[in-house]
């Protein structure tokens, strides 16, 4: 199972990323997808995930009504559409997959299967 996120990279406060997520190995329309973010010093925390089956999606609150997050089961591939980025967002952002995920443990990292490496998204103020 791999999970190759990508995307990241530098950009100024208020702008705009797209990461991507893609996934081989596994039936990838049987999972959830989260993705997390890892800031220096900081604890992995959540970000955002989106159920296999009906495809709704959460967010952390402190991301909610900037960020997106969509799959494309077709292309085998997760997306986090970021806009209007703070320098507090600057963190490795890692994907992962989870085939037992539900509402109580969508922020759990202990409930997610399979992790991508991670990408560096720097926020400059």
């Known amino acids: 199972v791999q999970l190759q996120a990508s995307g990241g990279g530098l950009v100024q406060a208020g702008g705009s990323l797209r990461l991507s997520c893609a996934v081989s190995g596994l039936t990838f329309d049987e999972y959830a997808i989260g993705w997390f973010r890892q800031a220096p010093g900081k604890e992995r925390e959540f970000v955002a995930a989106?159920?296999?089956?009906?495809?709704?999606?959460y967010y952390a609150d402190s991301v909610k009504g900037r960020f997106t997050m969509s799959r494309d089961n077709a292309k085998n591939q997760g997306y986090l559409q970021m806009n209007s980025l703070k320098p507090e967002d600057t963190a490795v952002y890692y994907c992962?997959?989870?085939?037992?995920?539900?509402?109580?443990?969508?922020?759990?990292?202990?409930?997610?299967?399979?992790w991508g490496q991670g990408t560096l998204v720097t926020v400059s103020s």
């Open positions: 989106v159920f296999k089956n009906n495809g709704n999606t």
């Open positions: 992962a997959l989870s085939s037992r995920l539900i509402m109580t443990t969508i922020r759990a990292p202990g409930y997610y299967d399979y």
